[in-house]
């Protein structure tokens, strides 16, 4: 790979100059440049260190500097889950809010007559979607050791019960776990109208449940830039939160 050659065992050395800068246990790289970046993000890097540590007889070093990652990625594991499950009960309510979702058809009856109505099928797939993913973020956010994901979900989850009756009436049931269920045939029975009137706009069920679903998100994501190590790069182009694991995310 041509950034492979970019480098020499002098370039190596600065690389690592910074290793013995640290700051409460965490390794500090600063000054860290675009070409650096580069070969993080096409593999050179790696293939940097074992062409490095070959030469000078330390074959076990790159083993050593990587050997993090799998405990990161299993104090990661939850954080993730909830991050992805918060969007996915978002997108299940952006789902519900699609104007072609709600629009009626004309259906034609046997003697003739013509009557407008929901596709009762469409609309049903979509709430049982957003059950099933709003179980999952209630079993994870649970579960999270993050203060602000766990009060976030707690009041999600009295805002569900506070609605019982509107759920109820729609073939949603609400069980001492906290989960949801429904039921097809009583969903289906019911008015469309009164569905779409608690899952869509402002100030709705949905809505208020997206809000939740939206700050669980940020939450659960910080959490995992914070155990990953990684961070972001600002308006300015500099790079904050990092130490050594920043690397290993990228093997």
């Known amino acids: 790979m041509s950034g492979f050659n970019l480098y020499t065992s002098n370039s190596i050395s600065t690389l690592f100059s910074s290793l013995g800068n640290r700051s409460n246990g965490s390794t500090i790289f600063s000054g ?128 569900t019960k506070a609605n019982k009756s509107v759920l109820a009436s729609m073939g949603i049931s609400i069980g001492a776990d906290n989960k949801l269920s429904i039921d097809e045939k009583t969903f289906k029975g019911s008015s469309m109208a009164a569905v779409k009137s608690a899952f869509t706009g402002a100030g709705s069920y949905g809505k208020s449940v997206q809000a939740s679903a939206s700050m669980i998100y940020g939450s659960a994501a910080a959490q995992v830039a914070k155990q990953s190590g990684t961070g972001l790069y600002s308006s300015g182009a500099s790079y904050s939160y990092v130490n050594g694991s920043i690397y290993n995310s990228y093997f």
């Open 32 to 159: 860290l440049d675009y070409s650096t970046l580069s070969s993080i993000h096409n593999g050179s890097y790696k293939k940097l260190l074992n062409a490095y540590y070959n030469k000078t007889g330390n074959k076990d070093a790159v083993s050593s500097i990587t050997a993090g990652k799998t405990d990161v990625k299993k104090t990661d594991t939850n954080a993730v889950s909830t991050r992805n499950n918060a969007s996915n009960v978002s997108e299940d309510i952006d789902t519900l809010n699609k104007s072609d979702l709600w629009k009626q058809k004309e259906i034609k009856a046997e003697d003739g007559s013509k009557t407008k109505e929901y596709d009762k099928d469409a609309i049903y797939k979509a709430v049982s979607s957003y059950v099933k993913d709003y179980n999952l973020l209630v079993d994870s956010a649970g579960n999270s050791e993050s203060s602000s994901v766990l009060r976030t979900a707690s009041s999600m989850v009295n805002y």
